[in-house]
């Protein structure tokens, strides 16, 4: 029977309906890019980019680096300051905007990558967050990832980018207003709670260590939303200590790596979740990873109510993903 289920944070409703599609294994493999002659993010061809703000060690030159957006949404030298009317608000296009190439290998991906990859992966990215986070103009700083071709990447080299803002986007206000009310009516921290009931419950959780776990979570918005989420808690990722991070960079081989062999090629959307630049550590609030699957589009329902339906139950696709979890990196 369809259901409909309550996120705990956003306190945002979604419609479980199984009946919508057959089992997970009856996904089909998303369309791949088409053959690029010419890959700037290739190495050799770093003076196609912008010039490189960071950079990290490889085996044969550099493993990950960094630079500024050649088309970026927001730019540093724009005026800071919002303006507003009876009406609307206003804002110069102040910001930032950065991209990491993840790999020197053009065919490179999460589920090929070991944790030592995947680890100088997240602490660019921590680096990068830290030194954003100096300008005081700018209020938070999104991590994310768009990958394969259904997800709205334009290149298939591994990459993931940064957008900083001037304001914090009112879906992250959404959350941390979620986690500040259930702080105030439990004393606890809901995305530990959310493990804890994963570990318990054992129907959502895909894999745990003594660092980190991987579960669906109860409310999903897409079928095979995943959520990466360190055990110590913290509520800012660029604080985050070298331990946590590996324990991540491990937990994220293990998830991938089953996506990989579940939803073949298929595309996804991951974003790291932070709590805004220069925030004071919340005990409300705890930075985690989310991984959304590309499955499906968003129809004139979705988009009328802000209900979405998931065709895949999280247990289902929990257990889909246990069956398939790779063994030690």
């Not at 609307?88 to 070991?114: K, R």
Request: hydrophobic share 40%.
């Amino acid at each position: 029977m369809p259901e409909l289920r309550r996120d705990p944070v956003t306190e945002r409703w979604v419609i479980i309906s199984e009946e919508r599609r057959g089992r997970p294994s009856e996904y089909r493999p998303a369309e791949e890019f088409a053959p690029l002659a010419h890959c700037p993010f290739c190495p050799g061809h770093e003076a196609q980019t912008p010039p490189t703000l960071l950079s990290t060690p490889g085996p044969t030159g550099w493993q990950t680096r960094v630079f500024a957006n050649r088309f970026p949404a927001l730019r540093v030298e724009a005026r800071s300051g919002i303006t507003s009317t009876e009406l609307y608000g206003h804002s110069d296009g102040l910001g930032a905007h950065e991209v990491m190439v993840e790999s020197p290998l053009h065919s490179d991906e999460y589920a090929t990558m070991d944790e030592a990859a995947l680890l100088s992966v997240l602490t660019g990215w921590q680096s990068r967050v830290r030194d954003l986070s100096r300008d005081e103009r700018l209020a938070y700083a999104t991590i994310f990832k768009n990958a394969g071709a259904q997800s709205g990447a334009t290149l298939s080299h591994p990459h993931s980018q940064l957008i900083a803002t001037p304001i914090v986007p009112p879906a992250v206000l959404d959350r941390l207003d979620g986690a500040a009310r259930f702080w105030r009516r439990t004393g606890h921290c809901v995305y530990c709670a959310m493990a804890a009931e994963a570990e318990r419950e054992s129907g959502r959780l895909v894999w745990a260590d003594a660092r980190a776990l991987v579960f669906c979570p109860y409310a999903p918005r897409v079928g095979f939303e995943c959520i990466v989420l360190p055990r110590l808690h913290e509520s800012r990722f660029e604080w985050a200590d070298a331990e946590t991070l590996a324990g991540v960079a491990s937990a994220m081989v293990r998830l991938f790596g089953a996506l990989r062999a579940a939803l073949p090629r298929v595309s996804y959307h991951l974003a790291i979740q932070s709590a805004p630049l220069r925030s004071a550590l919340s005990s409300a609030d705890h930075w985690y990873v989310e991984v959304m699957p590309v499955l499906s589009r968003h129809a004139a329902f979705e988009m009328a109510s802000g209900m979405n339906i998931v065709s895949t139950a999280p247990e289902t696709a929990a257990a889909y993903l246990r069956e398939r979890l790779p063994g030690t990196p």
